[in-house]
């Protein structure tokens, strides 16, 4: 059973840098095909794709926030990590990882083109 698991900081100060991490269990982050997103859901808006990493550690950034954003892992650990840069209150959000078996779709924002969830994790930005 494929298990992501969200986790860092609750609250982030205007300026600094959000930073989470997804832990996956049941499989491994560099089998072959497999791309694991960020993607995240403001409050009272729609889900927003931040960006993947893919089995081969290949990187995947939305054009809105590519100037922020970094994603990387650890492959002894099985994670991958999201880094947002210079935050505002508008990344408040529910920030998600997420899993799947190829690279179609994968900036979707739809849930039923990912395999795999995590439950979320709430970050908000206030000073």
């Known amino acids: 059973q494929v298990q992501l698991q969200e986790s860092g900081p609750g609250l982030v100060k205007p300026s600094q840098t959000l930073s989470l991490t997804c832990t996956v269990s049941?499989?491994?982050?560099?089998?072959?095909?497999?791309?694991w997103a960020w993607i995240r859901q403001p409050p009272g808006k729609g889900l927003e794709w931040v960006g993947a990493?893919?089995?081969?550690?290949?990187?995947y950034y939305s054009p809105s926030l590519k100037s922020r954003t970094s994603i990387s892992r650890d492959t002894s650990k099985n994670r991958f990590t999201l880094q947002l840069s210079s935050v505002t209150p508008e990344d408040t959000a529910v920030y998600y990882c997420a899993g799947k078996f190829g690279s179609r779709g994968l900036g979707s924002t739809n849930r039923q083109d990912y395999d795999f969830w995590g439950r979320g994790t709430q970050v908000t930005v206030s000073s």
């Open positions: 990493i893919g089995y081969s550690g290949s990187t």
């Open positions: 049941g499989v491994s982050i560099t089998a072959n095909s497999n791309y």
